[in-house]
């Protein structure tokens, strides 16, 4: 069974920092995209980032030059590193991954963004 597991989010002041964990299932980890969203209150869910299993990455305008996603294989987990966070970065941050066209998720980390 395909696991995703996100963890820490936590209350960040504008401007600072914070970092994401998904851990996923071992055996569907290396071979996957592994992906970020987040929904905002009263928003729809958007992307955020996405990683290939080979490296290759792309971001929403929204977070580009501030967040920065990356893997570790070995340890079956994909990161967030939120930099410069604004009050608008607010969001429940899910990480996702489709295998075999199933759509998984995780349930989610919030973060909220103080001014």
């Known amino acids: 069974q395909v696991q995703l597991v996100e963890s820490g989010g936590g209350l960040v002041q504008a401007g600072g920092s914070l970092r994401l964990s998904c851990a996923a299932s071992?055996?569907?980890?290396?071979?996957?995209?592994m992906r970020w969203y987040r929904q905002a209150p009263g928003k729809q869910r958007e992307l955020v980032a996405g990683i290939t299993s080979d490296g290759l990455i792309n971001y929403a305008d929204s977070v580009k030059g501030r967040f920065t996603i990356s893997r570790d294989n070995a340890k079956n987990t994909v990161y967030l590193q939120m930099n410069s966070v604004k009050p608008e970065d607010t969001a429940v941050y899910y990480c996702?991954?489709?295998?075999?066209?199933?759509?998984?998720w995780g349930k989610g980390t919030l973060v909220t963004v103080t001014s």
């Open positions: 996702k991954v489709v295998i075999y066209g199933i759509i998984y």
């Open positions: 071992g055996s569907i980890f290396s071979s996957n995209v």
